[in-house]
């Protein structure tokens, strides 16, 4: 089954009507599958998650995309969050004042409209911060407030398995990371993923898919999907560049 | 609409229960400022002629000052019109079946008299210009604690208010405090003497109810040395279209060692032109805490002084102001450093809204003769929308070089980002302002008792309500 559906789209910058981002985009996702969006800086991989979101930086000026069958195409964020789609941030926020706890605990009653077994959903907060390699007193500390850009981006990964989407877009996720802060999102990754939720992976670079099973690899270009190929034409790029698709 | 569900505190509240009015015709109302007023009104409470004569001679001052040239305008209120005494019912009583049925209820449904069974060790109520209702457990008035109405104190205990009265905050201190010294009634007396510790708090409870009213409510607090005290007081009112005038004053004695944690949670109605003030005066390794917070009122003007006078005083000072359409909350405070190894630590955050103005005026003053004290400032701004103002007016006079003075000022308008953000993980825009206001309330919160930091959730949650998108 199709979960994502994009079809043309086409964007400007918010602060800048005369700054044309995506320039027909298409892109299908199907439930089960992985996708990988690589590109230069600058080709609109950032824009295409923020416009999925209908982030206020950006205005559609053509095109579509629907979620399940549904036209989802500037609807507001937090009814896009709710039908199941999820996106970690290239810059998470930091919310002082509010705990991580209360955070997970607001946002997951929030996304699924019930109100959580607290007991359970400590249980489960903590196995998965274990499994991430959390400290688990993170809980209690400010949202993000003090946390490393590994520990912001590991706390993506558990918003994405505590909240649970059908389709999880990852916005260079492993920029800045580690290799053992890598390996830790990737497991979260596999630790999400099954054969009825997705995942489009947006990144620079092939590390973070080494554990990964890529279904498919897109190029993007001045705004465009110009290549699309198996998990091996990431590595083509990750020797190559993106020399022969820039003209 | 569906409600911010954060904390699990506070569910289906509505401001409904802070406009209750249902009254029988108050037993007797004067208007206006005239000598003869003052007179009756001082009659009318058997007072000494030494109260009486300061109320006149108020009066005098009131009318030979000038309203301050700075802060909000205030020019409008017409005290020809302003009903300077609203007397609701005859006595004062220490159960609260006594008190009138249709009071109580607004009382009760304020949470008055359940919390002083729960975490309180006494309390008092007043009705618009009286005090309704005033007890204190067996146990501390055996330890020769006082706590009354400010009429009863001026009656079984003359010397002692005597001694105190006006000396923290003099007549002439300002035009509106001239006319507090004019008109005041009612309001709370404390003693607490030497090395007495209670374990709960005292509370008094303040409601302006009569429309187109003044309060003028007197409270004078005595902490005597080595002793500890907390007092909470809550002001709350309905909503009226006439003007309303709130011009209390609080009077503080902190002795030697002793320490007082000063709570208020206000919340007047929108009508309310709140001008208060309050003075403390801390000696030798005494403690004053402000901790306030003030969410209602059309204009409010508050700027609470503590004086350190005893080597090692400390002054600790906590202040949220939230300010929604049509309101300017002119706020701050004032510090003297007035002996060696004083200290102070301010921490204020103010949040205003729908073109909504918050400033807060900082004013702190380190004498030549305090050496070695400490200082720490802290104001932080949230502003919701880009209509709404805030401003932070600090001045700050240090005439000692062997002083340590760290002073931060941080004004911001709310992220869109964040909001963004907190969207994306399925907040509306709504309840994604009330996260981010929250926490950033939430140090604020923490300092409150628990009770008035569920109320001030509520409060932070009605404001926010509706009034966005």
């Known amino acids: 089954m199709k979960l994502l559906e994009i079809k043309n789209l086409k964007t400007i910058a918010e602060d800048d009507h005369d700054l044309n981002i995506l320039k027909g985009l298409n892109l299908d996702i199907k439930e089960g599958e992985v996708h990988v969006i690589m590109g230069p800086n600058g080709s609109g991989k950032s824009t295409l998650a923020n416009t999925i979101f209908s982030s206020p930086r950006y205005i559609i000026t053509g095109g579509s995309i629907k979620f399940m069958g549904e036209d989802i195409t500037g609807l507001s964020t937090d009814k896009i969050a709710k039908k199941g789609i999820f996106m970690s941030f290239q810059t998470p926020e930091e919310i002082p004042g509010v705990s991580l706890a209360q955070f997970l605990k607001t946002t997951k009653q929030s996304v699924t409209g019930e109100k959580v077994n607290l007991y359970k959903f400590t249980k489960e907060v903590e196995e998965y911060m274990s499994k991430l390699n959390m400290n688990y007193d993170y809980v209690n500390r400010d949202f993000n407030v003090g946390f490393s850009g590994g520990e912001k981006k590991k706390n993506e990964i558990l918003q994405m398995l505590i909240l649970n989407p059908k389709l999880a877009i990852l916005d260079e996720t492993d920029s800045g990371l580690d290799v053992d802060a890598i390996k830790t999102v990737s497991k979260g990754i596999n630790l999400f993923k099954n054969d009825n939720n997705a995942v489009l992976i947006i990144t620079h670079s092939t590390k973070i898919l080494k554990s990964l099973k890529v279904d498919k690899v897109h190029i993007l270009v001045d705004g465009k999907i110009i290549k699309t190929g198996d998990g091996s034409l990431a590595e083509i790029i990750e020797n190559d560049g993106y020399s022969e698709y820039i003209k | ?469």
């Open chain 2, 1 to 469: 609409m569906a409600k911010t569900d954060i904390n699990n505190y506070v569910d289906n509240e509505t401001r409904n229960i802070y406009n209750s009015v249902a009254l029988n015709e108050s037993i007797e109302k004067k208007y206006g400022l005239t000598k003869e007023i003052l007179e009756e009104i001082s009659k009318d409470k058997n007072e000494p002629k030494w109260v009486l004569d300061i109320r006149l001679k108020a009066l005098d001052t009131f009318f030979k000052m000038e309203d301050p040239d700075w802060g909000p305008d205030i020019s409008y209120l017409d005290l020809s019109k302003l009903a300077t005494y609203v007397k609701p019912v005859e006595g004062q009583v220490r159960n609260w079946e006594d008190v009138p049925e249709d009071i109580r209820d607004i009382f009760d449904k304020l949470g008055i008299p359940e919390s002083e069974k729960k975490a309180l060790a006494g309390s008092g109520a007043q009705f618009d210009s009286e005090v309704v209702y005033h007890n204190l457990t067996e146990d501390l008035k055996k330890q020769g604690i006082i706590y009354t109405s400010f009429d009863e104190g001026l009656r079984d205990y003359p010397e002692l208010v005597k001694k105190y009265f006006s000396k923290a905050v003099p007549i002439n201190d300002h035009k509106y405090i001239a006319l507090h010294y004019a008109l005041f009634s009612g309001g709370s007396f404390v003693y607490i003497p030497k090395n007495a510790k209670l374990d709960r708090p005292l509370q008094s409870y303040f409601r302006l109810n009569a429309p187109g009213a003044g309060q003028f409510e007197h409270t004078l607090i005595i902490v005597d040395e080595g002793a500890d005290l907390q007092f909470i007081e809550g002001c709350s009112a309905p909503g009226y279209n006439e003007l309303n005038l709130h011009a209390g004053c609080v009077e503080l004695f902190v002795e030697k060692n002793a320490s007082l944690r000063f709570s208020t949670i206000e919340n007047w109605s929108k009508n309310m032109l709140n001008l208060n003030t309050k003075k403390c005066f801390v000696g030798e390794n005494g403690k004053i805490e402000w901790i306030m917070g003030s969410f209602g009122s059309k204009v409010s003007m508050l700027y609470p002084l503590s004086v350190l006078n005893g080597e090692g005083a400390k002054v600790e000072f906590t202040n949220i102001s939230f300010a929604g359409k049509g309101q300017n909350l002119d706020t701050g405070l004032k510090i003297i450093h007035n002996a060696p190894r004083t200290s102070s630590i301010v921490n204020a955050k103010s949040i205003s809204k729908d073109g909504g103005i918050c400033t807060f005026r900082s004013n702190v003053h380190v004498k030549k003769n305090a050496p070695k004290s400490k200082l720490s400032l802290s104001c932080e701004s949230l502003m919701l929308d880009s209509i709404s103002r805030s401003d932070t007016i600090p001045v700050d006079t240090i005439e000692t070089d062997d002083v340590t003075f760290a002073h931060e000022a941080k004004i911001g308008k709310i992220s869109d980002q964040a909001i963004f953000y907190l969207m994306s993980r399925g907040l509306s825009e709504e309840e994604a302002k009330a996260l981010i206001v929250r926490g950033f309330a939430e140090p604020i919160a923490k300092a409150f008792p628990v009770e008035y930091a569920v109320e001030m959730n509520r409060l932070i949650d009605l404001e926010l309500e509706g009034s966005i998108g």
